[in-house]
């Protein structure tokens, strides 16, 4: 249990990381390159070694809960898509637009957010849920998403090698290397279990940076009025049903409070690279990307009270 002094220290790091990226973006000649080197770093080398170390230490129950987790991970996303066709099925909104709405709508950021926040406010043992929970989101994006991408697109995309790019997804190939490791009770080193520990501030810390960087370039406040609708459905009424949901399953605590917090993030920033790629209005996947981010960032000190954690 958090002392109220750790968990006002904690957010002061929270968003003092944020608030760094965001300055550096906005100010500082060559932050696209720092930004793309720090994705590109949490992404390849940070979060795939953080996924492997937790799999490998507390795997056990996500492992027993997985048909359960996939099964609440696929109704946050299908929740999501389902809301905003319906909002808009009578309306005349430009289908380059619904598409971008669509994606933004379905596909919620499942890495970069929630990894500091699960770690700050649940511990290392929720990471697991989370490799789960990304795992499954990958599979809808090289699936479902190329769906919803041709659907309301004019131009074709190679299916294949949309698929071909979520599976080489290195998050994803950890978790699958995490799995097979833990199945034939494979041990962390005690040697490396230091460097490991230390990875997990790392990620957690620079994660935040790029959450950071990510709303300096795409911020825009002419974008919020136009972005209240699909992210209301994104941010408020998503979770809400999922909640519901979770009140009648049998999960463990742990398990609920990061499917929880997984509902309550904004949209993904892949979703503007697959807007674009797709010949759909990216504009407005970005807008709802920033957008969501930055009105998730009051609601932060509240989310313990939300989990249920105090």
Not at 112 to 120: A, D, E, G, R, T
Request: glycine residues 6%; positive net charge.
């Amino acid at each position: 249990m958090q002392t109220v002094a750790d968990l006002l220290s904690q957010l002061a790091i929270f968003y003092a990381l944020i608030l760094a990226g965001f300055l550096i973006s906005r100010y500082m000649r060559g932050a696209s390159r720092v930004n793309r080197l720090v994705t590109s770093l949490l992404i390849n080398v940070l979060l795939p070694f953080l996924i492997i170390q937790t799999f490998l230490g507390a795997a056990t129950t996500a492992l027993s809960e997985l048909l359960l987790v996939i099964f609440v991970t696929l109704f946050i996303h299908l929740s999501g898509l389902s809301m905003i066709l319906a909002l808009r099925k009578s309306s005349s909104t430009d289908r380059r637009k619904l598409g971008a709405e669509a994606l933004s709508v379905t596909f919620n950021n499942g890495i970069f957010l929630p990894v500091p926040l699960i770690l700050m406010f649940i511990g290392q043992e929720g990471i697991p849920i989370v490799a789960l929970y990304s795992i499954t989101q990958m599979t809808l994006f090289s699936t479902g998403g190329a769906l919803i991408g041709s659907a309301y697109s004019e131009s074709h995309t190679d299916l294949r090698k949309t698929i071909k790019k979520a599976v080489l997804f290195p998050p994803f190939i950890a978790a699958i290397i995490g799995v097979v490791l833990l199945l034939f009770n494979f041990s962390l080193p005690v040697q490396l279990e230091p460097v490991f520990s230390l990875n997990g501030t790392i990620t957690s810390y620079l994660s935040l940076f790029a959450v950071g960087l990510g709303l300096g370039e795409r911020f825009r406040l002419a974008s919020i009025r136009e972005s209240l609708p699909p992210l209301s459905i994104r941010q408020l009424f998503v979770p809400l049903a999922t909640a519901l949901l979770l009140a009648a399953i049998p999960l463990s605590s742990v398990t609920k409070s990061v499917l929880l917090l997984e509902a309550m993030m904004p949209p993904a920033v892949i979703t503007v690279v697959y807007s674009s790629n797709f010949g759909l209005d990216s504009e407005t996947a970005a807008a709802l990307v920033t957008v969501g981010t930055v009105l998730l960032l009051p609601v932060v000190p509240v989310i313990p009270l939300v989990l249920g954690i105090w």
